[in-house]
């Protein structure tokens, strides 16, 4: 993690880019639910976005912090989303995961 997290703040600071990250710390507070014990397991996740915001600070690295809510619906470049199933799309001709949509 601490690996991952050194080349995100370096290509973050090479291209002087703002690295922007999901807002993980309301799903962790939410407690009520039991549909959402999933939630429990973000922790992995919470700790890579620990790693970047100190390395991200070292640095001078800007961070901004997003709603996760419908990020992997959006376009990241404006073209439309061709959606195939639960987990892939289409765009622009190049079939991807909705995961890397998000990020």
């Known amino acids: ?22 807002d993980l710390e309301k799903l962790k507070d939410n407690k009520k639910n039991a549909k959402l014990s999933w939630e429990s397991h973000l922790w992995c996740y919470r700790r890579m976005q620990s790693y970047i915001e100190y390395k991200a ?3 001078g690295v800007k961070i901004v912090y997003v709603n996760p809510k419908g990020t992997s619906k959006k376009s990241p470049n404006g073209k439309p989303l061709v959606f195939i199933n639960y987990k892939f799309v289409e765009l622009g001709g190049t079939i991807t995961s909705r995961d890397v949509i998000a990020s």
């Open 57 to 59: 600070l070292l640095e």
């Open 1 to 22: 993690m601490h690996y991952v997290a050194k080349k995100i703040v370096k290509v973050a600071e090479e291209y002087n880019a703002v690295i922007i990250l999901e």
